[in-house]
Structures are given as C-alpha cells and as structure tokens.
C-alpha cells in the first residue's frame, strides 16, 4: 500500500490508474484484451471510442483520444513521451504466446533481481513490461 505524508495528515492512495493517451483506442484495446482485460467503459467519439476503461480483476487502465482531451483541455492533447508501464504476471510464457505478431521492444531476460521481463510496444505507443517472478 503506498502512504504519503503531507503535512502530517497521512494520506492513503485506494488506487492508481493510468490513463494513456492514443491516436485511436481500439487497437490497444484489443492488446489488452488477449491477456484477459475487458472494456468496461465506452464513451463514444464519432464512431469510435473516444474514452474507455479495461479492468482484469482488480487492475484498470484507461485511454482517451487526443481529441478528446483537446475537448477537456487543449493543454493536455499534445503528444507526449510514450508511458512505461510494469505488469506483473503469473505466467509470462502465456502472455508472450498471447502477444505473438505484436511490436516486442525487449526480447526477453532474466533481471539481476530474478524476474524474467519481455517489452512490448502496445498499439498507442506506449511500452508494457511482463514480469514474472520466481515463486518464493
């Protein structure tokens, strides 16, 4: 659980979820759900998502159109740095199988601190690490 001090008041994070922003949702959507991620929030742009939600278990991610933050707030549309994010998985030799055909950046290896990772760059741009740590 993380905790944060600010100004003595202790503050306890319940969540964190990224939201990425893409060009299009649909494709990274469809990256998520091979390894088991379901769209729970649809909120159309056209005739195309703009806004969505996908939740495996407890994990959420999110993702919005440039376009649609440019209608929040035209700051926020400009393409940034892709996002980096870490997953860890139980079973990184399903999520490879599953992912086959998709852009792997990092072929996979086995860290100094015991989890074996593969890097994928999802559809939208942003890079996802699998890591899979050895039972203990």
């Known amino acids: 659980m993380l905790k944060a001090l600010i100004l003595g008041a202790q503050i306890m994070i319940q969540q964190l979820t990224p939201n990425l922003p893409v060009d299009s949702i649909e494709p990274s959507a469809e990256f998520f759900a091979k390894i088991g991620f379901e769209v729970t929030v649809r909120v159309p742009e056209g005739g195309a998502m703009g806004f969505a939600i996908l939740v495996n278990g407890n994990q959420q991610v999110m993702y919005q159109t440039y376009d649609s933050l ?22 990184l030799d399903a999520v490879a199988e599953k992912l086959k055909g998709y852009d792997k950046v990092m072929a996979e290896r086995t860290t100094f601190y015991g989890a074996r990772e593969i890097t994928y760059r999802e559809p939208g741009g942003h890079l996802v690490t699998f890591a899979q740590f050895p039972e203990q």
Do not use: R
């Open 70 to 91: 440019k209608e929040d707030d035209a700051s926020l549309a400009t393409a940034g740095s892709p996002v980096l994010l870490y997953v860890t998985v139980n079973d």
